[in-house]
Every structure is written in C-alpha cells, then in structure tokens.
T-cell receptor, first 114, second 112 residues
Framework: AQSVAQPEDQVNVAEGNPLTVKCTYSVSGNPYLFWYVQYPNRGLQFLLKYITGDNLVKGSYGFEAEFNKSQTSFHLKKPSALVSDSALYFC????????????FGKGNQVVVIP | ETGVTQSPTHLIKTRGQQVTLRCSSQ?????VSWYQQALGQGPQFIFQYYREEENGRGNFPPRFSGLQFPNYSSELNVNALELDDSALYLC???????????FGQGTRLTVV
C-alpha cells in the first residue's frame, strides 16, 4: 500500500525567505504525486502534481516541487514566502498501477512570520 | 473555488443515528471519492465511485456506504454513528484516475 511521510509538524519561516516542506513516499508502482493546501475550515486546494516528465514541477501561487526518485522524495518549495502562505500543506501519492486512492501525509503547518 | 459542492456544511448528530452527506461533482467529472479527515490528521480514503459503481474502498466498516447517481453526484451514508465518526468529510471529483482530484469544502460532522 502506498504511504507518505511528512516529517515536520510545523515549518516556521520569515516572510521573504525560501520555504521548503518535505515529503517522502512509498509506493509499489510508478508514483503519482500531489501537493494540496488547506486553509482553516476549508477543503483541500490543489497546488501541483508530478505524473511523469521533468523532475521539477511548477504549480499555483509560485510553488514548485522536485521529484527525486532515488530519495523517494517530493519536496514542496517556494523561493519567497508570503504571510498568506500560512496554511496546512498535504503531500499525497497515488499508485500509478491503477489503485485510485490518494494516500495523504499527516500535513505540515506552515507559519510565515511577518 | 472548485466546482465541487457539499451539503450540509455542518451537522450535529447523536450516537446511534444515521447521516447522509451529499456531493455535487465538478462538471464533466465522472469519478467521486470520499475522505474522512479527523482533527489534526490527513484525509483517509473511504471509497471511490466511477460511473455509479464502487471502484475501491479504504479500511472503513460496512456501515459507511455510498451511492453515485447518473449525473455523477454522490452520497455518503453512515449508519449507527459513533463518537469517533466526528470529522470533516471531504468529497473529491476527478476526470479519471490519473488527473488531480478537486475537493469540496467539506462537511463537518459532530457526533454527541
């Protein structure tokens, strides 16, 4: 079964500094990887995905993520964090072999300090 | 905002009761998945429907059941509610199994 690990509970970063949220995954087949963001009392909002192709994926709101097959990682990055980026971030993986379920990590709370 | 809508947004039920949650998928999406998100946790997969048929189920007991209608909207039914069923229930729709899923705003269920 596929799984995701997000090792840090909370990431604190000063406004304007680079933001990184870590994610490692485990899956039996080729991974389909996703990042979502959740604001308080809201559903999940899609940020970006990796299916195949370039290891560096660009998404919404200036976010990007780098797929690293050898390290089974898919870290989310943003060059310059904004206060409005403060939210809960989830990494998710789907087994590309036909298993349709998304397995989510526990989430990382990002706090951007003005 | 996505085109996925869920109703109601909040619900309070008593232990032992039954509840039905509803979801309208984004236009053109024939696949609907349901997730349970307990407080402080990531979403957990309940089941998925594809063209009105169940297409995968997570580790949830049979008292969690669902339906998908010809217009691809969906219902989640939970019988014999337990206190631990208190959570945010999220519906997500997608074009297929490869593309990203778009989530609704969720239904906050509180069981007392």
């Amino acid at each position: 079964a596929q799984s995701v690990a997000q090792p840090e509970d909370q990431v604190n970063v000063a406004e304007g500094n680079p933001l990184t949220v870590k994610c490692t995954y485990s899956v039996s087949g080729n991974p389909y990887l996703f990042w979502y963001v959740q604001y308080p009392n809201r559903g999940l909002q899609f940020l970006l995905k990796y299916i195949t192709g370039d290891n560096l994926v660009k998404g919404s709101y200036g976010f990007e993520a780098e797929f690293n097959k050898s390290q089974t990682s898919f870290h989310l990055k943003k060059p310059s964090a904004l206060v409005s980026d403060s939210a809960l971030y989830f990494c998710a993986v789907r087994d590309g072999g036909g298993n349709n379920r998304l397995a989510f990590g526990k989430g990382n709370q990002v706090v951007v300090i003005p | 905002e996505t085109g996925v809508t869920q109703s109601p947004t909040h619900l309070i039920k008593t232990r032992g009761q039954q509840v039905t949650l509803r979801c309208s998928s984004q236009s053109g999406h024939n696949t609907v998945s349901w997730y349970q998100q307990a407080l402080g946790q990531g979403p957990q997969f309940i089941f998925q429907y594809y063209r009105e048929e169940e297409n995968g189920r997570g580790n949830f007991p049979p008292r969690f059941s669902g339906l998908q209608f010809p217009n691809y909207s969906s219902e989640l039914n939970v019988n014999a509610l337990e206190l631990d069923d208190s959570a945010l229930y999220l519906c997500a729709s997608s074009l297929d199994s490869v593309t990203e899923a778009f989530f609704g705003q969720g239904t906050r269920l509180t069981v007392v």
